[in-house]
């Protein structure tokens, strides 16, 4: 017998019996991104290879090792995207967005990375993420941490850490990173294989070594923010200040510097303690420099990308999502069906939020109903010959205490809707 075929590692189905959770945090997200005056971009899952290295860095570990990249039949190269920013900056240049204007844009869906899986990590993953371009001030960094922390408020999830950080301009860092690399110079013979690599390629990335004896080392490492530039400082400042204001708690983690090389001031994560090793749940910060990199003409920009899968394991952990009413037609009689088929296209019409199906598997009265009872069904309306002859229906609830009931067809509506 041939083996049975499986998804690939790290990309999962998506069952019926989870979508709930999926549906209710982009429903969510997308009232509320609208409600700041986001709208909503679709783009292609596959880009030119040359877009994503060209953004996120060529010594970062998603372009290192974890893209998936191909050629295709022209011989072009192209990868599945493995993030949504580069993407909405090179539509935004191709498209004529960003030119002399403030554009905010949101987009939803899957993303790609050949990352080792586990919980919370997945190779093929969803994000949800929002991008304006044409703001430099530190107020838009504000609103765009509010929206998410008002979106987590209107899910029910509480207790996520919020953490910023500022990397200043580029100046800054090449400074911040020669004096990072010089004090740990006297700590090379201790660093693990992954650091001493990256005090070559990306000294900054160190700072968020998993490696515990690495993180002794650092206690004492200079602090980015004792090297960021007076500009950057202020702009760090008053964002602070604007959060202070707004009654929103953060830390500052001077620590955070992010896996993607396009960032400068703002950074900032949303860190949970319920989901083990995989913990931020959304994470951004300003990009200022990438709109010219890419070809734009220079355009400020800031957005935040938020994992859906960690998001949604958090609803699940919450609650039960809220399920439809779900009404079922049953009848014995072959001859009933036309009256069933009419009345259940009247209550899928008129009542709203109802979930209606017709039963036309077999069985008696007993079987109908205990298979009713078992696939969640709440209210049955039953049409046998006597209903049938004397145009009424039987409504039945299978949860709770109310009584059976004989109802006329015509008022079936009625009837359910008080
Ligand atoms: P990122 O930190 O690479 O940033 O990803 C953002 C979020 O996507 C993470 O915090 C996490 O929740 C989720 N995520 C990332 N990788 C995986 C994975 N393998 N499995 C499950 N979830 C994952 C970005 O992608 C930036 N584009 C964010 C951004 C937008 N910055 C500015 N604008």
Not at 148 to 162: I, N, P, R, V
Not at 199 to 208: A, K, S, W, Y
């Amino acid at each position: 017998m041939s083996e049975k075929l499986q998804a690939i590692r790290g990309m999962n189905d998506i069952l019926p019996s989870q979508t709930g959770h999926w549906q209710q945090l982009e429903a969510t997200a997308q009232r509320l991104l609208h409600g700041y005056g986001f709208g909503e971009i679709r783009l292609p899952l596959l880009e030119k290879t040359e877009l994503f290295a060209r953004s996120i860095g060529a010594s970062t570990d998603i372009v290192e090792k974890e893209m998936y990249t191909f050629n295709d039949r022209n011989g072009d190269s192209l990868t599945l995207r493995p993030e949504g920013t580069a993407s909405v900056v090179r539509a935004g240049i191709q498209q004529g967005l960003l030119h002399n204007s403030i554009s905010k844009l949101w987009y939803c869906g899957p993303m790609f990375r050949h990352e080792r899986p586990q919980k919370g990590r997945y190779r093929q993953f969803h994000q949800i993420g929002a991008e304006c371009f044409g703001l430099p001030g530190p107020a838009i960094d504000a609103e765009l941490i509010l929206l998410t922390a008002q979106l987590w408020q209107e899910l029910g999830l509480q207790g996520l850490e919020l953490q910023i950080n500022s990397l200043g301009d580029r100046q800054s860092r090449i400074t911040y990173k020669a004096a990072l690399v010089e004090y740990l110079q006297d700590y090379r013979d201790q660093l693990d294989a992954d650091s001493l690599r990256r005090l070559e390629t990306n000294p900054l990335r160190i700072l968020d070594s998993k490696n515990q004896a690495t993180q002794a080392l650092l206690i004492n490492a200079p602090s980015l923010l004792d090297f960021i530039d007076t500009e950057s400082k202020q702009h760090f400042e008053t964002l602070k200040a604007l959060l202070d204001q707004q009654n929103l708690d953060y830390k500052v983690n001077d620590r955070l510097v992010r896996g993607l090389d396009y960032y400068n001031r703002t950074v900032f994560e949303w860190i949970t303690t319920e989901l083990g090793a995989q913990g931020t749940v959304c994470a951004g910060g300003r990009y200022d420099g990438l709109v010219e990199q890419l070809g734009g003409k220079p355009t400020t920009a800031v957005g935040f990308a938020m994992g859906e899968e960690r998001l949604v394991e958090l609803l699940h952990q919450l609650n039960e999502p809220a399920k439809p009413k779900h009404l079922q037609f049953i009848s014995f009689d072959e001859q009933a069906l036309p009256t069933i088929l009419n009345l259940a296209q009247q209550c899928r019409h008129q009542l709203s939020g109802y979930r209606v199906e017709i039963d036309y598997q077999g069985g008696n009265l007993g079987k109908k109903l205990t298979r009713a009872n078992k696939t969640g069904v709440d209210i049955v309306v039953i049409i046998g010959s006597d209903e049938l002859a004397a145009e009424t229906a039987t409504v039945k609830y299978l949860r709770g205490q109310q009584p059976q009931q004989s109802v006329s067809q015509n008022q079936l509506i009625e009837f359910l809707t008080t």
